[in-house]
């Protein structure tokens, strides 16, 4: 049977135009168990469209680990390290996952308690709720009216001795049923989205960068990106912005000398913008809570100072400066009508382009609303690619 592919199912909220090549379901092929060729075509389509689904599979962890390594055959360990995630216990990542013991690679996540799962007698989850990690809150009133935020807009990534993965597969075992909540960003626009209960949100990362002006797709080519030394421990005292799109600059962030052992040299920086490697386009891959300074290149020769910003180039050190530019970057990618709520089914497996889109989960889940998900990543064996040098000429 051939491989179909069809349009994701659009909310309402969604402007259909800056959709057009975003998300794909995909149908006629089981996912679990791709011959060589039909990987080649799912590998492609991946690239092109960002996101891909694929509904009522059934997928083993050992299928899951197969299919995500598929995409980057040398890569090993999980995203973050194996089993990392509890020997780290400072970190903000710590109470959101639990490795499947048999494929450590595969971590379940979700909410409630689960039980006698795939080597897991009990499980406690945490849906990660953004009244922990957010300097506000949705107030309980509005909380039990079904108001919510935002979690953490990020990509996979240790952003830290590991390279940030290729490809994130997703996979829907227990999803709740529940009404539909308001994701408020409250953040002075007024902005809000309407989503599906515990949705998972995208927005794609070459139409953060497609829909900047001028002058900030110039900075955009010509930004490296550093990041702090244990990104995760080091943000993990901080509070973020109500968007959940980066950290209020309070000065909590734990001294570096206070971090777990760590050297220069296992430190990540990477480009701002980073190249597709099926397409050739430019998608902006910012971690904004992670970073910690920006490097921004001179104008090459030949470009046009007219109106440029930083045309001698900068270090910008200042975490509020940082910040600010980031969000002025980023927060016009993240408007009601960019983004991707997935509706989750039981059953549904997506996969993402890591290294293309941002995505954050959302909501709030009561105790007893049971939710459980298989997550794949694994660390890369490559950094990824920046701008090319005609790329920058182009843009700068
Ligand atoms: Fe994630």
Request: with cysteine.
């Amino acid at each position: 049977m051939a491989i179909e592919v069809v349009a994701l199912p659009l909310p309402s909220s969604a402007d259909p135009s800056k959709f057009a090549d975003f998300g794909r379901e995909v149908k006629g092929v089981d996912p679990g168990q791709l011959t060589d060729e039909q990987f080649k075509e799912i590998q492609e389509l991946l690239y092109k469209h960002d996101a891909l689904l694929f509904r009522n599979t059934n997928l083993t962890p050992e299928q899951q680990y197969a299919l995500t390594k598929a995409f980057d055959p040398s890569s090993e360990s999980y995203g973050h390290g194996n089993n990392k995630t509890g020997s780290e216990k400072k970190s903000v990542l710590h109470p959101d996952l639990k490795t499947i013991p048999r494929v450590p690679q595969v971590q379940l996540i979700g909410n409630g308690t689960v039980y006698n799962h795939e080597g897991l007698a009990e499980a406690m989850l945490k849906h990660p709720s953004h009244t922990t990690f957010h300097k506000t809150r949705v107030s309980e009133e509005d909380e039990a009216k079904g108001i919510t935020r935002f979690y953490r807009w990020h990509i996979d990534a240790a952003l830290y001795d590991l390279s940030p993965p290729k490809v994130t597969t997703l996979y829907g075992l227990t999803v709740p049923k529940g009404a539909q909540q308001v994701c408020r960003y409250d953040d002075g626009t007024g902005d809000e989205l309407p989503v599906p209960l515990g949705t998972t949100a995208f927005v794609s990362g070459k139409t953060m960068f497609d829909i900047l002006p001028k002058e900030l797709k110039s900075v955009a080519v010509r930004t490296s990106v550093k990041y702090a030394p244990h990104p995760y421990v080091w943000m993990a005292p901080a509070h973020a912005l109500p968007t959940g799109l980066g950290i209020e600059t309070e000065g909590l962030e734990l001294p570096y000398s206070e971090l777990p052992a760590w050297e220069e040299a296992r430190t990540k920086t990477f480009p701002m913008v980073w190249k597709n490697p099926v397409t050739g386009n430019l998608h902006f891959q910012v971690h904004p809570c992670g970073v910690a300074e920006l490097i921004v290149s001179p104008l090459p020769d030949g470009a046009s100072k007219e109106g440029a910003l930083f045309p001698e180039g900068a270090h910008l050190k200042d975490l509020k400066e940082v910040r600010e530019l980031l969000y002025k970057m980023q927060r016009p990618a993240i408007a009601p009508p960019l983004v991707y709520p997935h509706d989750w089914h039981e059953k549904d497996l997506v996969l993402f382009h890591n290294r293309g889109v941002l995505h954050t989960v959302v909501g709030a889940f009561t105790k007893d609303q049971v939710r459980a998900f298989h997550q794949c990543n694994l660390a890369a064996s490559d950094d990824p690619t920046g701008p090319t040098a005609e790329d920058v000429l182009k843009w700068a």
